[in-house]
């Protein structure tokens, strides 16, 4: 027999992944669950001889079919797969919290309640009944303050103790006569029919209209009759409001519980959460503050990250390339080895491994960010503006988030509920310039405006948003032309971020990115290095070669936008499956055709490109097609290939138009 | 009297009368919170979002949305 599963479920905040962390150590494995790109994480629990598996369900409000993250949620408690379900609650949010609770007992589970961070409630003056609370409920609860590990051990003897009982409730919740009279209605012509769920819970929820449930019976054989009693039964009560009717009860359920054992100060204590806000979200000193953080941020990263750390990786790695070098000579290797050994992967994969300081430092503050609270925050600021072109503030998390990798900024858009702020949101993210076009921009900084860095690398980033906000008014009035959209988010308490935590995200993030500078780069590189040294008659890295016939093809494209060398292309089109491999193609077609010069990469951009052309190479780098990655995610999210497809040419076409522009009005100008 | 959530000034507090958004935001709205009854505290209505304390809880509701919140208010 396998290992017994503990699953956790929770609101956003509520601790929920602390708690994770604790009971499961290092021993953990971030994937997806099957068909979407909602994390899945699990870890292993061990107590007395024991092993268990400990799975860590996506922060929900509810359990429904508004988002991805709900849908896994609630099938994965559906599927009985957990042999017992930890139900985290915030203690300073019991009223809202109990609400996800009473979804769990509607479904019958097996439930341990752990009532979190009671050190926040104290210090706010509200008094929780525990006990009380276990015995209204038949739940076993616990508190707990999970940042500090207090309450693990008896968390995990009452999670072992559940799991024994295999206990299961009988759902508390009153619904109102006529919800009710509905409920076994539909129960009636459900009854003897094969269903995916349990037949009262299904009847609850189709009364509700819960679309991924309707779903779902449409797809199981229940027969064409059931399913048009069912159509008959919603279109006959459409003006009806029963999914509010149903939420309702539920609240009412949740409200009565959390009166009979919670009492609040009658006048609110004041948090320091309040006294910061009051500067922070303050009218005036919102967004200068947001913009001293982000100036902050990435001063930070570019002095730490780049000019300190990346200096001492790019010295290690032209180390390691000498020593490699000598010895393949000292044993003999043969002439192609060294080439593609030195050619290929030093200078190709190093190129891009110089770069892991500079995302490492970037993902750091992110996530301290992130953590602490103030992400929400700048959504509430940025709102008032980001409403001006048709988006909600949440759309700017997701933008910033593309900072440092457009996949998590247009997976973060899956926390918008409406679906043209979430497609909007996704469809301009590209345009965020992400951490692996750093790489891109340093080396033609470094060629061409060695003094003017921070303002060249701020005005892209710029130039990046401004594009972004002018296409979120374009597709608003457009594609999703009429969509309403509506905006509601919890401003959580701010809280110091764990550093463990904080180092968890970022290597969750920067593995990432090594590990695709070890594969997908890895594989670019490898394929650009036999492309240029094929066919064997032709000099190799010449334009001669494979590679070099690709890019005088592609050439044409390019030349109004000033990209008058064959590699240039060539490293353009290298870049759409990762863009890290702009770089490294660079890196491997100069290096390789300046090798007997013996000049860095930066002198080979030097002469190849000008300073007007630089700076449209840049602009097109920065805004077209986005990497294979975030197409990946993109086709996954919206669940089309058109949209992908779109998506793919329309930041193609931009970024060439960009390009163009900026090399011809400059060239008009004078400054070619 | 009834008012709307939109037009409340800071520090007042109201109690939730009935929600005339769309279904979504309603269940939102309700999922935050900010059911029937609920009652609120103003902690902010000057630009952007509204932020209102339910329960101690900061949640942040759009002008749009806000405007479709029927509430009373509560005389301390």
Known sequence: MGNRKIALVGNPNSGKTTLFNVLTGAN????????????????????QKNE????????????????????????????????VIINVIDSSNIERNLYLTSQLLEMGKNLVIVLNMTDEAEKRNIKIDVFGLSKIL??????AVAHKGEGKNEIIKEVV??????????NPIKYNKNVLHHIEHIEEILKGKKIPYPIKWTSIKVVEGDSHVLKRLEESKIGKEAVEAIKDFHRFHSKDSFELEVVDSRYSFANSIAEATVSRPAKEVETITDKIDRIFINKYLGIPIFAIIMLVVFQVTFVIGEEILGGIAAFLIEGLGGLIEKLLMSVNSPEWLISFSI????????????????????????????????????????????????????AFISMIIGFGCNVPGIMSARTMDNKKDRMITMFINPFMSCGAKIPIYTVFIAAFFPNHGALVLFSLYALGVIVALIMAKIFNNTLFKGESSYFIMELPPYRLPTIKNVLRNMWTNVSGFI???????????TVMWVLAVVPASAEPYSQDSLLGAIGSFLMPLFKPAGFGTWQESVALFAGIPAKEAVVGTLGMLYAGEYMEEGKALVDAIRENFTQLTSLSYMVMVLLYTPCAAVLG??????????????????????????AVTIYQVGSLLGFG | MINYLNTLRKGEKAKIESIDAGKEATKRLYEMGLNTHAT??????????????????????????AGKVAVSKIKE
Do not use: C
């Open chain 2, 40 to 65: 609120l505290n103003i902690l902010k209505n000057d630009i952007g979002p509204i932020l209102a304390s339910v329960n101690g809880n900061k949640i942040a509701i759009g002008r749009g949305l």
């Open chain 1, 515 to 525: 590990v695709r500078a070890g594969t997908v780069i890895f594989a670019v590189v």
């Open chain 1, 28 to 47: 953990q494995h971030v994937g997806n669950w099957p068909g979407v790109t909602v994390e899945k994480k699990e870890g292993k629990l061990r107590y």
């Open chain 1, 52 to 83: 268990y598996d400990v799975i860590d369900l996506p922060g929900i409000y509810s359990l429904g079919a508004f988002s991805e993250d709900e849908i896994v949620a609630m099938d994965y408690v559906l599927s009985d797969d957990a042999d």
């Open chain 1, 161 to 170: 103790n559940a799991i024994l009982k295999k206990k299961t409730y009988d």
């Open chain 1, 343 to 394: 050619n290929g992967i030093i200078n190709g994969v190093g190129a891009v491994i110089e770069f892991v300081p500079l995302i490492t430092v970037l993902y750091l503050m992110l996530g301290f960010l992130e953590d602490s609270g103030y992400m929400a925050r700048a959504a509430f600021v940025w709102d008032n503006l980001m409403r001006k072109f048709g988006l909600q503030g949440r």
């Open chain 1, 633 to 658: 995610t993109i086709g996954k999210e919206t669940k089309s290939i058109r949209w992908t497809v779109f998506i793919a040419l329309y930041t193609f076409a931009l970024g060439w138009a960009a």
């Open chain 1, 138 to 143: 038949g739940v076993p609860v616990i508190s």
